[in-house]
């Protein structure tokens, strides 16, 4: 038994991990355990190491050991410490949005590539559209590396908005966001016309919720992850014929998919007047991103 007044920085990795390893292997509780001393303590590891005879605070202990119980009960890491890093920042967030993945890193970056082509001074009237923003790490890593850029983000969700305009806020980036339901409003006349469109929209159908881990299903936003039919193109349709009202010819949708379903993505944007349609491999080998260019004329 701890007497957690009294712990150890040492003694408190320790603790936890070996109390995560009932439900994680090794290096994932290595990694949880990680996250959870640098978010109380506010050492990283290298410092930690240094300190590692230094005591916590009463206050410290009895955060760990709040942490620790809601992870044992499943709630994901991100969640308990309140925050997750995406290109290089620390978002804000909670079960009202999803965990940003390192796979939606590499979709941000696929644009950075596409658009670092284009002269600096081109790149003043270009507008985008984030649909389904959930934290706004999409919108917001866009606006940092673009600044010059009118960045648009959309979600259905209230609570969803609420989060990604504290993020945008606390990074210090200016984006324009509007609640709405794409798959209700695909004309959204009372939008401008835009550059880019990018989305990392729902894609399970429900049956298939199973084949998730039990954390996702019961902790992470369900609107966020599932279709609300069979159809696990229902969105990315919904995105197309709102693309029909509000991409300029010339203009780019960027999508990141299921693997199983990159394919179809890239014949639906073949069978909507979009050229250049390319799939791109993720990190791990897996089909992961779709875009492509409406037909017309340029940027």
């Known amino acids: 038994m701890f007497y957690f007044w009294l712990m150890r ?27 959870v001393l640098e978010k109380i303590t506010g050492m990283e590891r290298t410092l930690r190491l ?8 009463a206050e410290q202990a009895e955060q760990i050991e709040k942490s620790l119980q809601e992870l044992l009960h499943g709630r994901p890491v991100q969640y308990v410490v309140g925050e997750a890093w995406f290109q290089d920042m620390l978002f804000k967030v909670d079960e009202r949005v999803l965990i940003p ?14 658009f ?14 984030d649909i389904g923003t959930g934290s706004g790490c999409i919108a917001i890593s866009l606006k940092k590396i673009f600044p010059s850029w009118e960045v648009w983000a ?11 305009e504290e993020n945008a806020g606390q990074l210090g980036t200016s984006i324009i966001f ?11 006349d009372q939008l401008p016309a835009f550059n880019i469109i990018v989305s990392n929209p729902p894609y399970i159908p429900p049956h298939e919720s199973s084949e998730l881990q039990k954390q996702v299903i019961e902790h992470e936003p369900n609107e966020a992850l ?27 949708i960027f999508f990141e998919t299921h693997e199983n379903h990159a394919v179809e993505v890239k014949q639906l944007l073949e069978e909507n007047e979009f050229e250049q349609v390319q799939i791109k491999k993720d990190m791990q080998g897996k089909d992961r991103i779709v875009w492509g260019r409406r037909m017309g004329a340029s940027l």
């Open 9 to 35: 920085i040492k003694e408190a990795y320790q603790y936890l991990l070996q109390s995560l390893h009932r439900i994680y292997d090794k290096r994932e509780a290595s990694n949880i355990t990680e996250i």
């Open 50 to 57: 240094v300190h590692h005879e230094e005591y916590l605070s």
């Open 101 to 114: 993945r390192p796979e939606t890193e590499e979709l941000v970056e696929t644009i950075q590539e596409e």
């Open 116 to 129: 670092e082509k284009i002269p600096s001074q081109e790149q003043t009237n270009i507008q985008l559209i």
């Open 154 to 164: 959309m979600d259905k969700s209230k609570k969803a908005i609420e989060v990604a």
């Open 178 to 188: 509007k609640q709405s339901d794409i798959l209700k409003e695909s004309k959204q």
């Open 226 to 252: 599932f279709v609300t039919n069979k159809d696990p193109l229902q969105f990315y349709k919904a995105i197309v014929d709102f693309s029909d009202h509000h991409l300029l010819r010339g203009g780019m």
